[in-house]
C-alpha cells in the first residue's frame, strides 16, 4: 500500500513559481508511474504530468509543457513538480496520485490507485 503526501502549495503572483512535494511512503516506486492532477472549483480533475519511476520517462498536458517539469528524487521517494511562469488559470487543488506502470496510459484519474490528500495552489493576476 503506497502513502502519498503533498506538500509546498501556496499563493503566488501571475509569473511566479512554485514547486510541490509528494513523499511516497509503503514500499518501493520501482515500477510505478506518479502522476500529478489538478482540478478548480467547478471543474474536472485534469491530467498535469506524469513520470514513470523506472524509466524517467515523463508526460505532460500541452498547457503545461515549457513551464512545468516533473521531476524524481529516488534515494528520498520523493516526486517534485516545478511549477514556472504560473497563471491564474493554475489555480487549483493539485494531487499526487500513483499507478502500477503497466499500461502506456497515464493520463485518466480512474488508471491510479494511490492518491495524496492534494495540496492547493492559487495564482493571482
Known amino acids: 500500500q503506497v502513502q502519498l503526501v503533498e506538500s509546498g502549495g501556496g499563493l503566488v503572483q501571475a509569473g511566479g513559481s512554485l514547486r510541490l512535494s509528494c513523499g511516497a511512503s509503503?514500499?518501493?516506486?520501482?515500477?510505478?508511474?506518479l502522476g500529478w492532477f489538478r482540478q478548480a472549483p467547478g471543474k474536472e480533475r485534469e491530467f498535469v504530468t506524469a513520470?514513470?519511476?523506472?524509466?524517467?520517462?515523463?508526460y505532460y498536458r500541452d498547457s503545461v509543457k515549457g513551464r512545468f517539469t516533473i521531476s524524481r528524487d529516488n534515494a528520498k521517494n520523493t516526486v517534485y513538480l516545478h511549477m514556472n511562469s504560473l497563471k491564474p488559470e493554475d489555480t487549483a487543488h493539485y494531487y499526487c496520485?500513483?499507478?502500477?506502470?503497466?499500461?502506456?496510459?497515464?493520463?485518466?484519474?480512474?488508471?491510479?490507485?494511490?492518491w495524496g490528500q492534494g495540496t492547493q495552489v492559487t495564482v493571482s493576476s
Open positions: 513520470v514513470s519511476w523506472t524509466s524517467g520517462h515523463t
Open positions: 509503503g514500499g518501493t516506486l520501482s515500477g510505478y508511474v
Open positions: 496520485a500513483a499507478k502500477l506502470d503497466r499500461q502506456p496510459v497515464v493520463d485518466r484519474d480512474y488508471q491510479y490507485d494511490y
